[in-house]
């Protein structure tokens, strides 16, 4: 399975901007999907994650309820919806997958495909 984000740029404090997670491959709907975040000088963080289904959404605390995680498995694509962004949301953001049958996903980077990453940059 290969991974690709896109959708980063800059953005003003307040604003919002959505990340696809385009995928190749078979099987897709088989594939729970995690997106990490990670700032320079900072640790890799899991911020969201989706199961295969889509039935099964979680979030990290820095960012429930700001962002949405939803996919399109027609399409081999998870999106990546945030809204009301600060300058803490700065990072370079990847998505993540992992083949789990359940409708479960975790916000651990125990994924074993990784996209290149897109840079998402919040400043005025």
């Known amino acids: 399975l290969q991974l690709v984000e896109s959708g980063g740029g800059l953005v003003q404090p307040g604003g919002s901007l959505r990340l696809s997670c385009a995928a190749t491959g078979r099987h897709f709907g088989n594939y729970a999907i995690g997106w990490f975040r990670q700032a320079p000088g900072k640790e890799r963080e899991g911020i969201s994650c989706?199961?295969?289904?889509?039935?099964?959404?979680n979030y990290s605390h820095s960012v429930k309820g700001r962002f949405t995680a939803s996919r399109d498995n027609a399409q081999n694509t998870v999106y990546l919806e945030m809204i009301n962004l600060n300058a803490d949301d700065s990072a370079t953001y990847y998505c993540?997958?992992?083949?789990?049958?359940?409708?479960?996903?975790?916000?651990?980077?125990?994924?074993?495909?990784w996209g290149q990453g897109t840079q998402v940059t919040v400043s005025s």
């Open positions: 989706i199961s295969g289904n889509g039935e099964t959404t």
């Open positions: 993540a997958a992992n083949e789990l049958l359940l409708p479960v996903c975790v916000l651990q980077p125990e994924y074993d495909y």
